[in-house]
C-alpha cells in the first residue's frame, strides 16, 4: 500500500479482467476446479429433466449393459443408471454443498464467540476438543443408527464432525487479530464490538474459511458414499451416488457399470473440489492456510 | 519438561468426559426406547417397564449419567442386547484384527509417503512432484470401497496372489496373517499416504527455503545429508502431527475397510451393532475409538518435547 | 539420480520379491481335521431356537438339538428320538419310548421329564404347539423312556405337530432349562444334537463354531431331510457370517469357504461356469413371498381395500426384479403353495390376473381418501427390498399416496409389533416370506391367521369363519374332506380375508465346492451327511 498517493504516480491497475486472467495463469487448478465443479452442478440441476424417471422400476428390462437405448444400462430392478446418476448428482452435491456451507456458518460464530468472549472459550474449546476426539465417520453413523435415514440428518450427522475444526481455525484467526494495532484503535474509538467483527474480523476470516469449505465439501461428498455404502445413510429410495454404489457393489464383477458411472462421477467432482481447494490455499498466504491443516 | 508432560496428560480429562457426555446423551437424547429394542419383538408392556427399571432408565439423567461414567470407568462397558455377551469382551475378541489392520496401515503409509513427500519437495517444481502431487488428489477422492473392490478384482481374483476375505491372526503364522491383512492395508493407506505425502512435501519445501539449510549446502554439505539430518529432522513435527489427526480419517476407514474385506474387527462389530441398534455396543466401541485416538495423540504431542527442544509450554 | 531414489528402487524391488512369497505361503498347510465351512444367510443372532422363529436360529437348533420326530424330504414324519409309539384305539393316548444312547450334551441321560418339559414349552410358543396344547389334557411321565399325551379329543396333527420340520421346531432341551420362562432365551446351549456348539469360540457377527459331538448315536436308516440317521462325517463345521454377497461369492471360489446358504440368484451364472462350484435348489417346494398389509386401520381395515390390491399385483413382475432367472421362480397363487398336496387354484383370479382399473374402482368403494400408506421396507434384505419398491410403485399407480419408510430388517421386526395407527408410528404395509414347509398347511401356516389382535400374526386379520375352517381342517384326518377344507378356506382367504398378498413363489439354490459330498434336500440346510474329499 502507498500512503503518499498525491506525489507519486500509480502504476497504473490492472483492469478486472485482466487481473482476473492474471490470476487464473499463476493458479490454473482454480479455474479448472470451478470450471469441472460447474459442470457437474449444472448437469445435476438440469439433468434429470431430460431424463427418464430414475425411481421407475421395470423389472422386464433389469441389468442391461450400456448401450444407445441405455446410456449407462440398467440396474437390478430396471432403473436407469444414466438417470440415477444424475439426479444421485443433486443429492450428492447438495449434501456437500449444505454441509460445507452449515458448517462454515456454525463455526464461525462459534468461534467468532469463543475468540471473543474469554469466560466461553474454555468450555467451548474443551467441548470442540471432545467432539473432535470422536472419529467423524462414528459419530455421524451413530447419530443417522439413532434418528431416521434422511437427507436433513445425513446432512447434520456430517456437519456435526466437522464443525470443531472450523471453529479451531476461526478462533485462532480471531485471536491473532483482537490483538492486532488497528483492532485495539477501534476499540479504544468506542466502534461497538458487532461491528468491529463485521468490518475488520469477519473479512479476515473469510478466505481461510472458503479454503476451509472447498475441503469440508469435498470430504461430505465422501462421507456420504461411506455412510451409504455402510447402509447407514441417505435413505436408499433416494439416488445419491453413495446409494446406487452402495446397492450396485453386490453386482460389481457381473455388472460393474452400475458403480462404475456413479464412481467415476463422484471422483471427478471430488477431485475438482480438491484441486480448486488446493488453488485458492496457495493464492492465500500460506502461514493462514497451513494453519487449518 | 515433566511438568509439560503432567500438564498435557491432565488435559486429556477433560476431553474424555466431554466425549463420555456425548456418547451418553446420544443414546439418551434422540428418540427411541431403548427398553423396547431391549425387550424385543414379543415383549409385553410389563416387560418393558420391568427392563426399563433394571436398567435404570427411569431416573433422573444426571444420575443415569453418574451411575454409568462409574461402571464404564470400572471397566464395565454393558451387555449387548442381542448376544447377551458383556460389551469389553466382545471388544477384546475384536480388538488384535483392528490393531493390526491400523499399525500396518500407518507403517505402510508413513514408508511410502515420507519419501514421497520428500521427493516432490526435492524435485519441486518437476514432473515427479507433480505426479506425486496429482496422486496424492486422487487419493482423496475416490472412496476407500471403491479401491477396496479394485484391488480384491485385479489382484485375488484375477492374480490369486491373496485372500479375497477374512483374517488370519498372528498366532496362525506370520505369512498367512499378512497375506490376509496385505489388500486391506493398502486399500486403507492410500488415502493416508496421500495425506502424509502432501504434509511431508509441504513441511519439506518450507524447510527447504530456510536460511540454515542454504547454509550447510553452501558449506558444502552431501545432498543426502542435508536432506535427511537437518531438513527431515526439521520437517518432523508437522509430519508426525498429521499422522495422529489422521487417526480419526483412519477409523473412519477401517469400518469400511473392514466390511469390504469381511475382517471381523471393531469396524465389523460397530456396523453390525449399528444396524440392530444394539445401544451398548455402539456406545463403547465409540468410547474405545475416542480413547485411542486421544491416547495417541497425547503421545505424539509428549513427542514433540524430545523431538524438537525448541517447544516447551 | 542419487541415493533416495536407489533407496526407492530397492525398496520397489524387495516389494516385488515379497509379494510372490507372500502369495505362495499357506496354501500348503493342509489341516489334520475336516472342517465345513459355510456362509450362512444371517447372521446368528439368539440362540434359543424355542423363543424366536427366526431361520438362523433354527438351524442352530437344528445343529445341537434333536427331535422327537422329524420328516424326510417329503414332508413325511417318522421317529427320530422316539424308538416307537403308540396311539390308544380312542385315539386320545398317545404313548411315546425313547430310543436308548441319548445323551445330553453335559453328560446326563435324556429322560422322558425332560421331553414333556420340552413340549410345554415350546407349546406356548409355537402356532401348531399352541393348538395341540388345546387339544392336550394331560403329560404324563410313565418311566424314565416312556411318556404319554393324553387329547380331550382325537385331533389329527399329533405327530406333524411334533415332526415339524420349520420353525418354531419342537426341539429337546434338558427339563432344567426346559423348565425356563418361555418369554425369555434359555442362558445356556445344553441339546443332544450331532453337534455341539462351542460358546467360547462365538463371535456374534461373525462366526459361531460346533464340534462333532462324538456320543451322539446316529438312527440306522439313511438320512433324509430332518429324519433317518444323523452321521456326522467331519469333525468341525464353523458358521461365517459374510453379509456382502460379493465377498461370499468370491471367498467361495477361492476355496476359502466350502458352501454359501444364499447366494444371489444373478451371481449363479458365474458360478454355475465355475467347475470348482456346484449349484443346487435343496429345497424342492421353495419360498413364498408375503406383502402383509394392516388390517386394524384404514385402508386396509376394508376388504375391498385389500382385493383392490390382489387386482393389481402382477407377481411375475416382483419375481424379474427380486430373483431375475425364470428358472428359479413360479407365479403361483395358491396360498398353500404349489407342489404340495393342499395346492388348488380356487379362487386365485384376482391375483392371476392385472387390472388396474378394477383395482382403482375397488379402492374407492373402500372409501380411500388418500391417505398416506406407510410401506416399511427393509435394506439389508435384497429380496425384501426389491419386493417393497415393486409394491411401492404398484400401490402409487392405483392412485395410492405410498410414504417408503427405510429400515433394516431387526428394526421392522420391533416395528411392526406396533398396533397403534400408521400415522403415529405403526405400519400400513411391509413384506416377508416363509419357506413352503410354513405354509404348506392351514394350521401350520401362521400368514392365513385370523385370530385378531390376541392370537393372528403382525397385521392382525381377524375372521371367525377362517379360524373356524383351520380348526376343522385339523381335526379332520380324511385327506379327501381336508382337501374340501382347504378348497373352502383358500376362496374365504381369497373373497373376503386376503390375510396376504402372495407376491410369488422362488426356489433358492446353494452353492458349494464340488469336493462336497452328501448335501441333504430339504427346506432347511443340514451339516451333517456332507463328508469333504
Redesign the interface.
Known amino acids: 500500500m502507498t500512503l503518499a498517493t498525491d506525489t507519486i504516480e500509480l502504476p497504473r491497475r490492472d483492469s478486472r479482467r485482466v487481473r482476473i486472467r492474471k490470476y487464473c495463469r499463476r493458479h490454473p487448478t482454480v479455474p479448472f476446479g470451478l470450471g469441472v465443479l460447474g459442470v457437474m452442478i449444472i448437469i445435476s440441476i438440469l439433468g434429470p429433466y431430460f431424463t427418464v424417471d430414475p425411481?421407475?422400476?421395470s423389472?422386464?428390462k433389469?441389468?442391461k449393459p450400456p448401450s444407445g437405448e441405455f446410456l449407462f444400462g440398467t440396474d437390478?430392478?430396471?432403473r436407469e443408471v444414466f438417470a440415477r446418476t444424475l439426479a444421485g448428482g443433486r443429492i450428492s452435491l447438495a449434501v456437500g454443498i449444505s454441509v460445507a456451507l452449515v458448517s462454515t456458518v456454525v463455526g464461525l460464530a462459534i468461534g467468532i464467540v469463543s475468540g471473543y468472549v474469554r469466560a466461553l472459550d474454555a468450555v467451548v474449546m474443551r467441548v470442540m476438543d471432545g467432539l473432535m476426539a470422536i472419529p467423524g465417520v462414528l459419530l455421524a453413523i451413530a447419530l443417522i443408527s439413532l434418528t431416521?435415514?434422511s437427507i436433513s440428518n445425513v446432512i447434520i450427522a456430517i456437519t456435526i464432525p466437522e464443525v470443531p475444526r472450523v471453529v479451531r481455525l476461526v478462533r485462532a484467526v480471531v485471536l491473532s487479530i483482537r490483538e492486532q494495532p488497528y483492532i485495539q484503535a477501534a476499540v479504544s474509538v468506542g466502534m461497538p464490538l458487532p461491528r468491529i467483527l463485521w468490518k475488520h474480523v469477519l473479512p479476515n476470516t473469510l478466505a481461510p474459511l472458503i479454503v476451509q469449505a472447498t475441503y469440508i465439501c469435498a470430504s461430505a461428498v465422501i462421507v456420504e458414499a461411506i455412510l451409504s455404502f455402510l447402509?447407514a445413510g441417505t435413505?436408499?429410495?433416494i439416488p445419491s451416488w453413495g446409494n446406487i454404489m452402495a446397492e450396485g457393489?453386490?453386482?460389481?464383477?457381473?455388472?460393474p457399470w452400475i458403480i462404475l458411472f456413479p464412481g467415476l462421477f463422484l471422483a471427478i467432482t471430488v477431485l475438482a473440489v480438491n484441486v480448486l481447494g488446493d488453488g485458492l490455499r496457495d493464492s492465500l498466504d500460506p502461514r493462514i492456510a497451513r494453519r487449518m491443516r | 519438561m515433566y511438568a509439560y508432560i503432567a500438564k498435557r496428560t491432565l488435559a486429556v480429562i477433560p476431553v474424555m468426559l466431554v466425549v463420555a457426555l456425548v456418547v451418553f446423551l446420544l443414546l439418551h437424547l434422540t428418540p427411541g426406547d431403548p427398553a423396547?429394542?431391549i425387550a424385543?419383538?414379543?415383549?409385553?408392556p410389563e416387560?418393558i417397564v420391568r427392563i426399563r427399571k433394571q436398567l435404570g432408565l427411569d431416573e433422573p439423567l444426571y444420575i443415569q449419567f453418574s451411575t454409568w461414567l462409574w461402571s464404564v470407568l470400572r471397566g464395565d462397558l454393558g451387555v449387548?442386547i442381542?448376544?447377551?455377551?458383556p460389551v469389553s469382551k466382545?471388544i477384546g475378541?475384536?480388538l488384535e484384527p483392528t490393531l493390526a489392520l491400523s499399525v500396518s496401515t500407518i507403517l505402510f503409509s508413513v514408508?511410502i509417503a515420507v519419501?514421497m513427500g520428500?521427493?516432490a519437495a526435492?524435485r519441486s517444481g518437476t514432473w515427479v512432484d507433480r505426479s506425486i502431487m496429482v496422486f496424492a488428489v486422487l487419493g482423496f477422492s475416490v472412496p476407500v470401497f471403491v479401491i477396496g473392490?479394485v484391488l480384491?478384482y485385479v489382484f485375488?481374483?484375477k492374480?490369486?496372489?491373496?485372500?479375497?476375505?477374512?483374517y488370519?491372526a498372528i498366532g496362525d503364522?506370520f505369512?498367512?496373517f499378512?497375506?490376509s491383512i496385505?489388500l486391506p492395508t493398502i486399500a486403507l493407506g492410500v488415502v493416508y499416504v496421500a495425506l502424509i505425502a502432501r504434509i511431508s512435501r509441504a513441511s519439506m519445501l518450507e524447510v527447504l527455503n530456510e536460511d540454515y539449510i542454504r547454509t550447510a549446502r553452501a558449506k558444502g554439505q552431501v545432498?543426502?545429508k542435508v536432506?535427511m539430518r537437518h531438513a527431515l529432522k526439521n520437517a518432523a513435527v508437522p509430519i508426525i502431527t498429521i499422522i495422529g489427526i489422521g487417526i480419526a480419517l483412519l477409523i473412519g476407514g477401517v469400518v469400511v475397510t473392514e466390511?469390504?474385506?469381511?475382517i471381523?474387527g471393531l469396524g465389523?462389530?460397530t456396523i453390525?451393532?449399528v444396524?440392530?441398534?444394539d445401544y451398548p455396543i455402539i456406545q463403547g466401541v465409540i468410547l474405545v475409538f475416542s480413547a485411542a485416538y486421544v491416547i495417541v495423540n497425547l503421545l505424539i504431542d509428549i513427542s514433540y518435547s524430545f523431538l524438537d527442544p525448541r517447544i516447551r509450554y | 539420480m542419487?541415493?533416495?531414489?536407489r533407496?526407492?528402487r530397492s525398496?520397489a524391488v524387495a516389494l516385488a520379491v515379497a509379494?510372490?512369497?507372500?502369495?505362495s505361503?499357506?496354501v500348503g498347510?493342509a489341516l489334520a481335521e475336516k472342517v465345513l465351512r459355510i456362509v450362512p444367510h444371517a447372521?446368528l443372532?439368539?440362540l434359543d431356537p424355542i423363543w424366536?422363529t427366526a431361520y438362523i436360529t433354527r438351524n442352530h437348533g437344528y445343529m445341537v438339538y434333536d427331535t422327537l420326530f422329524a420328516s424326510d424330504e417329503n414332508l413325511d414324519v417318522h421317529p427320530q428320538m422316539v424308538d416307537t409309539f403308540k396311539v390308544s384305539g380312542d385315539g386320545k393316548t398317545y404313548t411315546f419310548t425313547l430310543r436308548d444312547g441319548l445323551k445330553w450334551h453335559d453328560g446326563a441321560m435324556v429322560k422322558a421329564e425332560d421331553c414333556v418339559a420340552s413340549i410345554k414349552r415350546w407349546g406356548k410358543r409355537d402356532g401348531m404347539g399352541q393348538k395341540l396344547m388345546d387339544f392336550t389334557a394331560e403329560m404324563k411321565v410313565v418311566d424314565d423312556k416312556t411318556f404319554q399325551i393324553i387329547l380331550n379329543e382325537p385331533y389329527g396333527l399329533v405327530i406333524e405337530s411334533l415332526g415339524k420340520i420349520s420353525s418354531n421346531v419342537p426341539f429337546m432341551m434338558p427339563k432344567r432349562l426346559a423348565d425356563l420362562d418361555a418369554?425369555k432365551?434359555v442362558p445356556e446351549v445344553v441339546g443332544s444334537g450331532p453337534f455341539i456348539f462351542k460358546k467360547d469360540e462365538w463371535?456374534?457377527?461373525?462366526?459361531v463354531v460346533y464340534v462333532k459331538n462324538n456320543d451322539y448315536k446316529p438312527r440306522s436308516e439313511p438320512a433324509s431331510a430332518a429324519s433317518g440317521g444323523k452321521v456326522v462325517k467331519v469333525d468341525r463345521v464353523e458358521w461365517?457370517y459374510?453379509?456382502?454377497?460379493?465377498?461370499a461369492?468370491?471367498?467361495l471360489?477361492?476355496g476359502?469357504v466350502d458352501l454359501w446358504e444364499t447366494p444371489?440368484p444373478?451371481?449363479l451364472?458365474?458360478l454355475k461356469a465355475n467347475a470348482d462350484i456346484k449349484a443346487a435348489v435343496i429345497d424342492p417346494l421353495g419360498t413364498q413371498g408375503w406383502l402383509r398389509m394392516n388390517h386394524l386401520h384404514p385402508p386396509f381395515n376394508n376388504p375391498k381395500a385389500r382385493q383392490a390390491v390382489l387386482w393389481a399385483v402382477n407377481q411375475e413382475?416382483?419375481l424379474?426384479?427380486i430373483i431375475?432367472d425364470p428358472t428359479l421362480y413360479k407365479a403361483c397363487a395358491a396360498y398353500f403353495i404349489c407342489g404340495t398336496p393342499n395346492e388348488t387354484q380356487i379362487g386365485t383370479e384376482a391375483l392371476k390376473a392385472v387390472n388396474l382399473d378394477k383395482a382403482k374402482q375397488l379402492l374407492k368403494e373402500a372409501g380411500y381418501k388418500g391417505e398416506k400408506i406407510i410401506l416399511m421396507?427393509p435394506?439389508?434384505i435384497?429380496v425384501l427390498?426389491?419386493a417393497s419398491?415393486?409394491t411401492?410403485?404398484m400401490l402409487r399407480s392405483i392412485g395410492m399416496d405410498v410414504e417408503?419408510?427405510?429400515?433394516?430388517w431387526?428394526?421392522l421386526?420391533?416395528r411392526r409389533?406396533e398396533k397403534k395407527a400408521p400415522a403415529d408410528g405403526g405400519w400400513n404395509v411391509f413384506h416377508t416370506y416363509s419357506t413352503g414347509a410354513d405354509v404348506q398347511s392351514p394350521v401350520a401356516n401362521i400368514g392365513i391367521s385370523g385370530g385378531g389382535v390376541e392370537k393372528a400374526w403382525f397385521g392382525w386379520p381377524t375372521d371367525d369363519v377362517t379360524e373356524k375352517l383351520r380348526d376343522d381342517y385339523a381335526r379332520e384326518a380324511d385327506p379327501a374332506e381336508k382337501k374340501a377344507i382347504v378348497e373352502k378356506l383358500q376362496t374365504r382367504l381369497f373373497d373376503h380375508l386376503v390375510p396376504y398378498v402372495n407376491y410369488g413363489q422362488w426356489f433358492q439354490p446353494v452353492v458349494w465346492r464340488s469336493n462336497l459330498s452328501g448335501v441333504l434336500v430339504s427346506p432347511v440346510p443340514f451339516f451333517w451327511n456332507i463328508d469333504i474329499k
Not at chain 2, 466390511?259 to 469381511?262: K, M, Q
Not at chain 3, 509379494?19 to 502369495?23: D, Q, S
Open positions: 425411481l421407475a422400476l423389472p422386464f433389469r441389468l437390478m430392478y430396471g431416521s435415514a447402509g435413505p436408499p429410495e457393489r453386490t453386482y460389481f464383477q457381473i455388472t | 423396547a429394542v424385543g419383538d414379543y415383549a409385553r416387560d449387548s442381542f448376544s447377551n455377551m466382545l475378541q475384536r514408508l519419501p520428500v521427493w526435492w473392490y480384491i485375488s481374483l492374480f490369486g496372489w491373496f485372500p479375497v476375505q477374512g488370519k503364522g505369512l498367512p499378512l497375506r496385505a545432498e543426502r536432506m466390511s469390504v474385506f469381511n471381523p465389523r462389530l453390525d451393532a444396524l440392530r441398534r | 542419487t541415493t533416495i531414489s533407496r526407492l525398496a509379494v510372490p512369497m507372500l502369495a505361503a499357506g498347510d447372521d443372532k439368539n424366536t418369554f432365551a463371535v456374534p457377527g461373525s462366526k461365517l459374510i453379509p456382502d454377497p460379493a465377498t461369492m468370491n471367498a471360489v477361492n476359502e444371489a444373478d451371481m451364472p458365474l413382475e416382483y424379474q426384479a431375475g421396507q435394506t439389508d435384497p427390498n426389491g419398491l415393486v411401492a410403485q417408503v419408510q427405510a429400515m433394516d431387526s428394526t421386526t420391533s409389533a
